[in-house]
């Protein structure tokens, strides 16, 4: 509704319906009433300085990639959450709005005024997904929620030796 109220502002719109019920009605209905729009790929996404991010029926698994490439995101609070999500500081590496997106349009108007605030959230929003998913960070992370998990089995299960190591990040 904001992209349609300030399209200078935001340009945004559902490009498709995974969960919905009467998908092509319901989707047929949205294009009507103009809150449809184009796919864009990542790689031209980043040519924003500002990827707004919400959810839908689960987390966005697009996030890390947003994350990775060269635009300040924009996230909605919420009680979903990945295991990385604790790494995530509002105005350091991610810009966090409310869980009902009501602060959406005033967060755009003031961040949009500082390019080099936005290209340095940008730059540490990808310094910490490549540090926080890296192969060996996620390696680290399962490893060490196996060896919780295995506490709850009658048999429990002994980590690697060398554990301490291989998660020494």
């Known amino acids: ?20 019920i009467d998908r092509e009605e319901t989707f047929k209905e949205m294009k009507a009433a103009g809150m ?13 300085q500002i990827i707004v991010v919400v959810d839908g029926n689960v987390v966005p698994d697009r996030l890390p990639t947003q994350m990775n490439g060269n635009s ?39 961040e949009l005024k500082n390019a080099s605030r936005l290209a340095r959230i940008a730059k ?8 926080v998913l890296s192969q060996r960070a996620v390696d680290c992370y399962w490893a060490e929620l196996l060896e919780v998990y295995s506490s709850f089995l009658e048999r429990p299960v002994a980590p690697p030796e060398d554990k301490n190591a291989f998660c020494n990040l």
């Open 36 to 48: 449809t729009g184009h796919w864009l790929p990542h790689a031209d996404q980043f040519n924003y």
């Open 72 to 110: 300040a995101i924009v996230k909605q609070l919420t009680e979903r959450i990945e295991h990385w999500y604790s790494s995530l500081r509002h105005g350091e590496n991610i810009i966090l709005v409310k869980s009902d997106i009501s602060d959406l349009e005033e967060t755009l108007e003031r």
């Open 124 to 131: 540490n929003g990808k310094l910490l997904v490549q540090k």
């Open 1 to 20: 509704m904001l992209s349609r109220k300030r399209p200078e502002l935001l340009d945004a719109g559902f490009t498709n319906l995974r969960a919905q």
